[in-house]
């Protein structure tokens, strides 16, 4: 449970503590880091992430939050606390009806008034929030309904969506779809997140490799071909949508990300199919060769079974020259000494010290946009960027949930300087909980993101310049993690080592590393000698690199 106090909802605390086992509880600085790590949690572990917030301005802190949530389908619940009913109307401290706020970035959004009900509505709320597509689940319970007593009947916990309920594709859309696909000299397969909510990434490898598909991977499906293999051509992505005669796109929406679903030369347009988790999320703003919606590893075996490859003998070999041909261009920038540092330097360097298993998140702009480039996940679902709301805030939350989640892979936030102003604070958090992630602040002085557009569009810019040199290092130090301050080049590499960002945990003794994982597991790390097991908190380095567009 992440959350951030609030008279309103001490019950629920009070539930979570002496449950047996207790429920675990990561109390943070601002609700929205509280629901990002609950967002975090979902599309991290595929179980659904739980946050609670106070009522009125709990609520409205979170929405940003929820908001993103909703744009990444990921299976959250938030639980509010209300002003009580035998009140209301007469305004009561926080006295706000937070529904048709939230209803409109939820799957449902609603007030459980009946103490007896609150059992029953908490686990339709899971159960709403893990239904395909998934998706954001909010319910506030007014005062007296949780601070009073009630007998409920607890439901049956069946989970929803398990793998005997998958709902099948409509075989005969398959079908058409494998008809395509035979058909087709220059196809190309988009993965997306919902493959790896959905379970699906196995089977979504298994299809590639059987039809030899060329296989752009987008958000958390990013690694279900892992880096380096030979038909991930994510870098060739011009040539790969620019000429493609059919794209299936399986798992994301055809939004900003994927040209809104149009591919293909101009004068040729490529047929384009949308495979999706539900038929509610299936496009309908172009148009479609074919489309199918039910569970996607189904949808991929039965497209395995029916579709032949059929595909020119050159395509294939031309994408992986592009790629080649984008991988050996970066080489330069990824070994570049200039001064100010560059950015894709930093991936340079940290490329060298990533483990396969290793969580990376990105919140920020153009440093950012940079590591999306150059940091090619080995394994799915260890890529989290915010995804097409494109929210700026989601560090420090989705670092908490990362280290909670994966407790002994190694976890790296990158973060813009502009981004750490919103949600840095939770450095704190990271300290108080026992944390330890290795954050790389992105220093240009900047909103580098908006600033350069600006510029192109007026000439000049505004409102786009941070303090230069501001010490964000120092804020982590003050907050009680570690910090230290990169400036050139050089440094970077020995910084990463001693920020070691392999979590301390493996190279302990055995038994040691079985108390560790056993204490973070049960939030009682502080008790242990935190010196001796190396914990190194919310360590960051601070590489500067110049505005006005000169690092790029
Ligand atoms: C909450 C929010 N506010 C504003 C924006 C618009 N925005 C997108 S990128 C960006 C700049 C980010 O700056 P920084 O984190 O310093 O990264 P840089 O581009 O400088 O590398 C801004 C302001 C946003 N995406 N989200
Ligand atoms: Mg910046």
New binding site residues.
Partial sequence: MFTLSGGHVFPLYDGAVKADPPLRLVDVRHEQTAVFAAEATARLTRAPGLAVVTAGPGVTNSVSAVTSAWFNGAPVVVLGGRAPDYLWGQGALQEMDHVPLLAAVTKRAWTEHDKSRVAASVDEAFRIALTPHRGPVFCDFPLEAIYDQAEAELPAGEPPATASQARSADPGEIAGIAKLLTAARRPVLVLGSDVWLGRAEVAARRAAEALRLPVIANGQARGVLPHGHELLVTRARSLAFGEADLVIVAGAPLDFRLRYGSFGPKDQPAKVVHVADSPDVLAGHCPLAGSAAGDLGLFFAALVAQARQGADPDWLPRLQSAVQAALAADAPLLASDAEPVHPVRVYGELLKALDDDAVVIGD??D?VSFAGRHVEPSKPGRWLDPGPFGCLGTGLGYAAAARLAHSSAQVVLLL???AAGLSLMDADTLVRHNLPVAIIC?N?G???LEKQPMRAVYGYDVAADLRPGTRYDEVVRALGGAGELVTAPAQIGPALRRVRLRCPVPGQRHHRRRRYLSALHHGRLASLPAGRLGVYLGAICAPMYAPNGASR
Avoid: I
């Fill in positions: 920020g702009g440093f813009g300087d502009g992105g240009n900047a909103w580098g």
